[in-house]
């Protein structure tokens, strides 16, 4: 018998029909996928109620409003430079993030914004962020006007007594992601690779 007049088996034909369905099944999740990343960046319904006017001295002692950062997307997030470990963390991710956007690291901005304003002055903060990506923006400020931007962006912060001297701070570490007009988008994450963090964030460019 000639192999080309061979017939599938039974149990042939319903392996093909399966493959076939999954196949299918395949291709409509990638089309959604395609579909849905085609489409504008998702906004969240809370985008309003986070945010808001701010007066504060960036790392260069000049000062920046809510009206400066209108124009390029930007990461903000919150901490302060004694932080033992989670700030220095959020700067490093957010450093590899803005060298992965290469020459577009001009176009976004990324503020680090002190809750610890009694130690950190404008020039701690420059000498501080001078060990990460020099696209980054400390901004500083008293009190007050501290107390302000946090309540915007419902920051919680606590300053905590340490056991052999001195305080150090409890605070939110999201890092939030505000489109061109200075809007809240979402929180952006992190806990991904840099150049995949990077190409989501070129997106708002
Ligand atoms: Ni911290």
Redesign the pocket.
């Known amino acids: 018998m000639n192999e080309r007049t061979l017939k599938p088996s039974p149990r042939t034909l319903r392996v093909i029909l399966i493959l076939s369905a999954f196949m299918a099944a395949l291709a409509g999740v990638f089309a959604l996928i395609v579909a849905m990343s085609a489409r504008e960046p998702p906004r969240l319904s809370a985008a309003s109620t986070i945010g808001g006017p701010f007066r504060l001295i960036d790392h260069n002692g000049r000062t920046v409003t809510e009206a400066d950062i209108k124009g390029k997307p930007h990461l903000v997030f919150f901490?302060?430079t004694h932080?033992p470990?989670?700030?220095p963390t959020?700067l490093f991710e957010v450093s590899e993030v803005l060298s992965k956007l290469g020459p577009d690291a001009v176009k976004v901005g990324a503020l680090f914004v002190s809750v610890d304003p009694e130690r950190d002055t404008p020039e701690k903060l420059k000498d501080y962020l001078s060990s990460f990506n020099p696209h980054l923006t400390g901004l500083t400020g008293d009190a007050n006007a501290i107390a302000e931007i946090a309540k915007a962006y419902r920051v919680y912060y606590k300053k905590v007594p340490l056991d052999a001297g001195g305080y150090t701070?409890d605070?939110t570490?999201i890092v939030y992601l505000l489109n061109k007009n200075g809007e809240f988008v979402a929180p952006f994450n992190l806990n991904r690779r840099p150049d995949e963090a990077a190409a989501d964030l070129r997106r708002y460019l």
Do not use: P
Request: charged fraction near 20%; glycine fraction near 10%.
């Open positions: 901490g302060f932080c470990d989670v700030c959020k701070y605070h570490a």
